[in-house]
């Protein structure tokens, strides 16, 4: 990282120093909650979670290396020099706000119900053709995450792409404070979260916490076919599928599973692209990358470099070619939009069309009625046969029936994979989607197998 020592650490976060007053003035090679991750000169946050107290690990991060360690317990006999603060997470918080505010590149924050983690990796794609950036790895993007993430920008980036996730009134806002986004993303405003949230309007409202501590002339990037995000118009540049928008894409063609080519139009400009990554969905992605890209001054052939060069992400819209099947594996998490955006990217498959489905989190009294939303979706698709596994997909499973699939419910994934050879077909194209407590990690390691 950047220099920053344990005094700007310690002064951030008000503790009080334990250890010899030499180190104070020490360089912080790194930041890690994870006693496993510690490396020389790292500085270790014993943070509690609902699994483990991360204080347990503090004799340990010592013998790999650690400068100090951050605690809110007094230790006895401590291995080595560490930080005394009232609450270690809201530390990590606090020196990760004192350190963005040392670094002077641009930070693209992204949020939104459904594409935050696609739209990140486009937007990383278009903008390393230019900068070295830092993107948000795996799912950092909660408040552990993102302070992590910050931390992890080093001398040599010059942008950052930060993914913003939140399902609570506040936890966009504290975000934002130690984010301070140059150029905010909002990908569109669904359904998840409504447990906390109530409606999509109160989504809205928490998504639009960035603004709290966006840059004074952040750019502001919004998906201008969302009708409650087209609210923030006269502050926005807009990207999507009509014209009214800025950006905006047409001659859009499936390519099936393989991909997706569209036209993207820019005022009097225009190019051809072809997106690596089914769904017309991604579409939207590559918009908001040429919006990102060109206020950073990219030139419209980097941009397509970008988009065409884009990678999957592991259980995000991979597509796995295996010796039997062609699996869409997007089991890193789920709610009704996005499971809905899957199979409708499914129906790009020029095979029979398997779906296997599981439960979804955090949707709070809706959840019944939400599941069932899935189904009733099916009945309007092509899709050949529909697997549900778990306790409240069974009213997707209820919804289903009727449409042209077959449908099948198996309460737990030992059942399916006990089943599936009766079920499944050589050359069968399948989506393995569910909320990633569900673990369908298993349903694609056994069929990739």
Not at 148 to 168: C, D, K, P, Q, S
Not at 290 to 319: A, F, H, W, Y
Not at 374 to 389: A, K
Not at 403 to 411: G, N, W
Request: net charge negative; glycine share 8%.
């Amino acid at each position: 990282m950047k220099k920053f020592t344990i005094r700007q650490f310690m002064e951030a976060c008000h503790g009080i120093w334990h250890g010899p007053s030499e180190l104070l003035d020490q360089t912080i090679q790194g930041v890690t909650v994870d006693s496993r991750l510690v490396e020389k000169d790292y500085l270790f946050v014993a943070t509690v979670g609902e699994k483990t107290d991360g204080h347990r690990y503090i004799p340990d991060v010592y013998e790999k290396g650690a400068l100090c360690a951050v605690s809110q317990q007094k230790l006895s006999k401590p291995a080595g020099p560490y930080l005394l603060v009232e609450d270690t997470l809201q530390a990590l918080k606090d020196a990760a706000e004192a350190y963005r505010k040392t670094l002077h590149i641009p930070v693209v924050g992204i949020t939104g119900s459904v594409g935050k983690t696609s739209t990140k990796e486009m937007i990383a794609s278009v903008l390393a053709q230019k900068y070295q950036i830092l993107k948000t790895p795996g799912n950092f993007n909660n408040e552990i995450g993102v302070p992590l993430t910050i931390f992890m920008i080093r001398e040599n980036h010059e942008a950052a792409v930060l993914e913003m996730g939140m399902n609570h009134f506040g936890e966009m806002h504290r975000l934002s404070k130690m984010a301070r986004p140059t150029h905010c993303v909002f990908t569109n405003i669904g359904v998840a979260h409504l447990e906390y949230l109530g409606s999509r309007d109160g989504i809205l409202k928490a998504k639009t916490e960035m603004f709290d501590y966006a840059a004074e002339n952040a750019a502001v990037f919004i998906n201008g076919d969302d009708d409650k995000l087209i609210t923030l118009k006269d502050r926005a540049v807009m990207f999507g599928l009509d014209s009214s928008s800025q950006v905006w894409a047409d001659q859009v063609e499936n390519l099936g599973l393989d991909g997706v080519r569209c036209r993207i139009h820019v005022e009097e400009q225009m190019m051809d692209v072809t997106i690596p990554l089914p769904g017309t969905h991604m579409v939207y992605n590559a918009c908001a990358g040429v919006c990102v890209g060109l206020s950073l001054g990219l030139t419209m052939e980097q941009i397509k470099d970008g988009i065409e060069e884009l990678k999957p992400l592991n259980g995000r819209s991979n597509i796995l070619h295996t010796s039997h099947y062609t699996l869409v594996d997007d089991c890193y998490n789920s709610n009704p939009v996005s499971m809905c955006a899957m199979l409708d990217v499914l129906e790009y498959a020029l095979t029979r069309k398997v779906a296997i489905l599981g439960d979804m989190g955090e949707l709070g009294e809706r959840s019944e009625e939400l599941h069932a939303s899935v189904g009733e979706h099916i009945r309007n698709l092509h899709t050949d046969l529909v697997i549900t596994i778990g306790t409240l997909s069974r009213a997707i499973h209820d919804a289903a029936q009727g449409s042209q699939a077959l449908c099948l419910h198996y309460e737990t994934i030992d059942a399916f994979l006990e089943a599936k050879e009766q079920v499944l077909q050589d050359g069968d194209s399948i989506l393995v989607k569910a909320s990633n407590y569900m673990k369908f990690g298993r349903i694609v390691t056994a069929l990739s197998d």
